[in-house]
């Protein structure tokens, strides 16, 4: 069992930055890949970045594209979201995602999501 631990969420200003970083309790080398949600009230969760372990690629919504970037540093277990340019519509619990294929079945993590906030 591997826990997900989210930090870094806080209230900012529209048009600043925030970094969220999400600290595993175990290595996170072998998970085929790790990857930030969001949810806003009264929506459903969302991707925001995903980031694979097969040559490092990553994958983003043209909604934070260029503005989002997902990172990871193994020796650490941990992943990052770096957050610029944020808007009022990025507000959100953003949630950190641990996934491993494995035959007959996987692992799915989940963290307990922080809290960001964009004002206008």
């Known amino acids: 069992q591997v826990q997900l631990v989210e930090s870094g969420g806080g209230l900012v200003q529209a048009g600043g930055s925030l970094r969220l970083s999400c600290a595993a309790s175990g290595s996170i080398f072998n998970f085929n890949y790790m990857a930030w949600y969001r949810q806003a009230p009264g929506k459903q969760r969302e991707l925001v970045a995903q980031?694979?372990?097969?040559?490092?690629?990553?994958n983003y919504p043209d909604s934070v594209k260029g503005r989002f970037t997902i990172s990871r540093d193994n020796a650490k277990n941990t992943v990052y979201l770096q957050m610029n340019s944020l808007k009022p519509e990025d507000t959100a619990v953003y949630y950190c995602?641990?996934?491993?294929?494995?035959?007959?079945?996987?692992?799915?993590?989940w963290g307990q999501g922080t809290q960001v906030t964009v004002s206008s």
């Open positions: 995602n641990a996934v491993r294929y494995k035959l007959g079945g996987g692992d799915d993590y």
């Open positions: 980031i694979f372990s097969s040559g490092g690629s990553t």
